[in-house]
């Protein structure tokens, strides 16, 4: 009950209490209490007008930087999961004798939608700080860029370095949301 009391006082009493004193001392300086009603609303319009704006540019401005954060996160989440399951197959087609190419081109063919599509979606993620997108686009790279060498001698540490920026951007990620 307190808390009510006090949050009444706190967005209706102080600024009655504040317009009074506005409309008080105009009124000493003027000697015309219409007059001091007046500039006194006038005052107080301008300030709320003001002051709406920039707490409805915070507030929309933030709720736009965390839904872009939550559904990009999504998508990498997704992302992942359909990664380990290609690369889980690639390993199994290896295991069972398809060509070293083969496995991986079914890999790569497997992931190619997925791949582009999120990387549409970074594109389109303006709330994003750029530096954390560039880093997203270069962890993405790692699972289906041809940084892998001529025999795919680095594809799993390309895989491991996969994974391990993953969890960092979705830290990253989890801190725009929770600011």
Do not use: C
């Not at 500039?39 to 709720?63: E, M, N, S």
């Not at 190419?101 to 709330?127: C, G």
């Not at 289906?144 to 540490?157: A, I, Q, S, T, V």
């Amino acid at each position: 009950m307190k808390e009510i009391i006090y949050k009444i006082f706190y967005y209706l009493g102080i600024p009655l209490i504040i317009t009074g004193l506005l409309i008080a001392f105009i009124y000493n300086k003027l000697y015309d209490f219409e007059k001091a009603v007046n500039i006194t609303a006038t005052i107080i319009q301008t300030l709320a007008i003001f002051i709406g704006g920039v707490w409805a540019y915070h507030k929309f401005a933030w709720d736009k930087k965390a839904e872009s954060a939550i559904k990009l996160k999504a998508m990498l989440m997704d992302y992942a999961h359909q990664h380990s399951f290609a690369a889980s197959q690639y390993r199994i087609n290896i295991q069972e004798g398809i060509k070293e190419e083969d496995a991986y081109l079914k890999y790569a063919t497997t992931m190619l939608n997925p791949y582009t599509q999120l990387r549409s979606h970074i594109h389109l993620s303006i709330h994003i700080p750029k530096k954390l997108r560039k880093k997203i686009f270069d962890t993405i790279w790692l699972t289906l860029g041809n940084d892998h060498g001529p025999k795919r001698e680095h594809l799993n540490d390309n895989w491991k370095k996969f994974g391990q920026g993953i969890k960092e951007i979705q830290e990253d990620l989890e801190k725009l949301v929770t600011k």
